[in-house]
């Protein structure tokens, strides 16, 4: 089924969830695992992430320094397939524009189809320094309305060569939303022109970014509304679990963290952290819902028992 289809609007939790492929060379039962503990929740769907190739330098014993091009988490596609047919989940996996030429995303499209996988997030991603050169006549997608164009083409029959008889792809697509606005957007007027052109591409939901205040969220969906976009916006979340997340998420997510909320983490001691960032998860959660956005969307990464925690006690109250 569609993302689309596995919305709801009956004022019940319907949490969805994102985890990353492990490593280069990891194993995936951990991975398996997590989903498998979160099953209890009757997920309607679960996102896997896509990253690009990254450059790093290793020092040689003469003193200079040898550069490297490699994918630190591959797999995306495989693991999506895996969770798919051990759990009987949809599964979203992640294409990047980053890294990727519009013949591998054509490529990675057309397997997911084989797959029976019917939903992608298009995302612009980080390229992490590395930009993949362009070989003759192949291109990139620069930015997420592009490749979400380029979903749409396939899903009309018309690929990037002319092809007889081409079947048509049926992919749902979702793209990002920023309610702090993106970081290199000048505000958030622009922001939004900008998802409302990748709506009008073709995109069929927003998950948004995480956002730890609220406000921001309702501010953004009001404008969202006003500009005219009209599909499912779906809020994205995070239990904060330490207090080094109180730089690290700021910086990597261009995000704000309330005063009150930064200051009982600062405040607390180490162990008393993670239970801190699930109350006020709970707190967002409550007040989420009691607006009516039944459907809820966590960034897990790999730890999955803070998130279960707010969702036992979400289930309790519905």
């Known amino acids: 089924m569609k993302v689309i289809e596995l919305l709801r609007n009956d004022g019940k939790p319907n949490v969805s969830y994102e985890i990353v492929p492990p490593k280069r060379g990891g194993s995936v039962s951990e991975i398996l695992e997590i989903i498998n503990q979160l099953m209890e929740y009757e997920p309607p769907f679960v996102d896997v992430t896509s990253h690009s190739a990254q450059i790093y330098y290793e020092e040689q014993q003469d003193g200079s320094w040898r550069r490297h091009i490699k994918r630190k988490r591959p797999g995306t596609l ?28 054509e490529d990675a499209l057309i397997e997911l189809n084989y797959l029976g996988i019917q939903n992608v997030m298009a995302l612009r991603g ?75 591409a073709g995109a069929e ?33 995070k239990v904060l679990t330490s207090k080094k997340q109180l730089q690290t998420l700021p910086s990597r997510f261009y995000l704000q963290v309330p005063e009150e909320l930064a200051s009982d983490i600062e405040s607390a001691k180490d162990a ?18 009691g607006a ?25 109250r519905a």
Not at 95 to 105: I, M, Q
Not at 135 to 144: F, P, V
Not at 211 to 221: G, I, L, P, S
Not at 292 to 316: D, M, W
Request: glycine fraction near 8%; proline fraction near 5%; include cysteine.
């Open 78 to 105: 495989g693991l999506c397939a895996a969770i798919k047919g051990k759990f009987g989940i949809e599964t979203v996996p992640h294409l990047l524009c980053k890294g990727f030429t519009r013949e591998e995303s």
């Open 126 to 200: 980080d390229d992490g320094g590395f930009k993949k050169p362009v070989i003759g006549d192949r291109t990139r997608n620069e930015y997420a309305v592009d490749l979400v164009r380029q979903i749409h083409s396939m899903n009309t029959g018309h690929y990037l060569e002319e092809l007889i008889d081409a079947a048509p792809t049926d992919f749902c697509v979702g793209v990002a939303g920023y309610p702090e606005k993106h970081f290199e957007a000048p505000n958030l007027k622009w922001d939004i022109s900008n998802l409302k052109a990748k709506i009008e």
């Open 205 to 237: 939901y927003v998950t948004t970014q995480m956002f730890f205040d609220n406000n921001a969220f309702f501010d953004f969906e009001s404008r969202c509304r006003k500009a005219g976009i009209t599909v499912p916006i779906i809020p994205g979340l």
């Open 292 to 316: 009516g956005f039944s459907n809820l969307h966590f960034y897990i990464i790999q730890t999955p028992q803070h998130v279960a925690q707010v969702v036992t006690e979400l289930r309790k």
């Open 272 to 289: 008393d952290v993670p239970e801190i960032g699930i109350r006020w998860a709970i707190k967002q959660c409550d007040e989420l819902l």
